[in-house]
C-alpha cells in the first residue's frame, strides 16, 4: 500500500471565541492510502488542548505510514488497527482515528459499500446537527440564532464561560427569544466551579437549556458526577470523557458522554464506549473539532447511534475542501456511495 499526506490550512469564517481561548484556523494533515488503484482519505487536526501542533501530526502519521505498508490489504490493515496495531501505544487517538477513517474509507471503496454498512447499519444516517453560536455580543448571538432558525437549525449549542457569567445568561435569553422553537444546549467548557455552576444552572433550566456540556473543570469526576445528581439540567462529560476507561467511570452518574473520534480513537472506539454506556442512563452525544467534511464524515456515518449530535465543525470553514456530509440546512447526512462519501470541493472526485 502506498501511504501519502498532506498537510492544508483551514480556515474559520469567523474567530470562534470559546471560554478558553480564541481560534481564527487550524491546520489540517490528510493521510492517503492508496491500494489498487483506490484511494481512501482520513484527516487528523491540529489541537492546543490536546497538544497536537503540525510537527507532531506529520511525524506520527509518517510513522504509521511506513507500518502500514507491511501488510497486504487495507483489510488487514484495519483489523490490525483495531487490536492496537499499526498505530501502537501511546499513539494520540486523533491520529490513530485519522488512520482508521483513511482504511475505513478504502475497504469501503474495495467492497462497494458506505462506511455505515460496514458498521452493521442498513439506512444512511441522518441527524439534527447541533450548530455553535460563540461567546460574543448579545446582539451578534441573537442575529446569528435567527439566521440559523431560518436556516433549518433546530439545536443551537451556546458557548459559556465569559467572565461576568451574568454576560452568558443574557446571551442565552436573547437567543431563546430570536429562536424560541430551537433545543439549547450550553457548553462553558469547564469554566465554572461547582458554586457557580449551582447557582446558573438553574437559570438556564427556566431559559429552556436543555442540557449542559462539561460544567465543571475537567479533572474531577467525582465533582462532575455529584453536580450531575442535584443539577436542573441534564450534564454532559466532555473533557472529563476521553477513554473506554471514562465513559465506564462516568456510565449512571452523568446523562451524557460527548464522544469524539479525534479524542477516544475514532469509529470502534467510539462503538465500544457506546456499548459500554448502553443502559446505563447516560447517553450518547456525539461531538466534533472543527475540521472539513473528511475529518467530519466518520462520525455521520455513526451519527443515528447518538441522543445529541454536534457535528459543525466542518459548517465554521471560511471554505470546506471536501463536501459529502452537507449540514448546511441543520442535518447532517451519510451518504450512500462507498466509502466514507466524501469527494473534495473542487469537482474532481477522489475514488
Not at 492546543?48 to 509518517?62: F, H, K
Not at 464522544?259 to 448502553?278: D, F, N, P, S
Not at 452537507?326 to 462507498?338: C, E, H, M, Q, W
Amino acid at each position: 500500500m502506498k501511504v501519502t499526506q498532506r498537510t492544508v490550512r483551514l480556515d474559520l469564517a469567523e474567530p470562534l471565541r470559546i471560554s478558553r481561548s480564541t481560534m481564527a484556523a487550524r491546520d489540517a494533515v490528510w493521510l492517503t492510502i492508496e491500494h489498487a488503484g483506490l484511494r481512501g482519505h482520513g484527516e487528523a487536526v491540529t489541537s492546543v488542548y490536546y497538544g497536537l501542533d503540525v510537527g507532531t501530526l506529520e511525524r506520527l502519521l509518517a510513522a504509521v505510514a511506513t507500518d502500514l505498508r507491511r501488510f497486504r490489504d487495507p483489510e488487514s490493515a484495519l483489523d490490525a488497527l483495531r487490536s492496537g496495531e499499526p498505530a501502537g501505544e501511546g499513539t494520540p487517538p486523533a491520529v490513530t482515528a485519522a488512520v482508521e477513517a483513511a482504511l475505513l474509507d478504502l475497504v469501503g471503496k474495495r467492497a462497494g459499500s458506505p462506511v455505515h454498512r460496514l458498521l452493521g447499519a442498513t439506512a444512511a444516517p441522518v441527524a439534527a446537527t447541533a450548530r455553535t453560536i460563540g461567546i460574543t455580543s448579545p446582539v451578534r448571538a441573537a442575529a446569528e440564532a435567527r439566521c440559523l432558525t431560518a436556516s433549518g437549525f433546530e439545536v443551537i449549542k451556546v458557548k459559556a464561560g465569559a467572565r461576568d457569567p451574568e454576560d452568558d445568561v443574557e446571551r442565552v435569553r436573547v437567543i431563546r427569544d430570536a429562536a424560541p422553537r430551537a433545543r439549547l444546549l450550553l457548553d462553558p467548557n469547564g469554566a465554572w466551579t461547582t458554586a457557580q455552576a449551582e447557582a446558573l444552572l438553574p437559570r438556564f433550566a427556566d431559559l429552556g437549556v436543555e442540557a449542559v456540556e462539561q460544567p465543571l473543570a475537567p479533572g474531577d469526576p467525582e465533582a462532575l458526577g455529584a453536580l450531575a445528581a442535584r443539577s436542573p439540567l441534564p450534564v454532559i462529560a466532555d473533557e472529563d470523557a476521553v477513554s473506554l476507561e471514562d465513559a465506564r467511570r462516568l456510565a449512571g452518574r452523568v446523562h451524557g458522554v460527548n464522544v469524539k473520534l479525534a479524542k477516544c480513537g475514532g469509529v470502534h472506539a467510539a462503538l465500544r464506549i457506546a456499548e459500554a454506556i448502553e443502559g446505563s442512563g447516560t447517553a450518547l452525544m456525539l461531538g466534533c473539532l472543527t475540521a472539513s467534511s473528511l475529518g467530519l464524515a466518520p462520525a455521520v456515518h455513526l451519527a443515528d447511534r447518538a441522543r445529541w449530535a454536534d457535528l459543525d465543525g466542518h459548517l465554521l470553514l471560511a471554505r470546506d475542501p471536501w463536501t459529502g456530509i452537507g449540514g448546511t440546512d441543520g442535518f447532517v447526512r451519510a451518504s450512500y456511495l462507498p466509502g466514507l462519501g466524501v469527494r473534495r470541493n473542487t469537482g474532481e472526485e477522489t475514488a
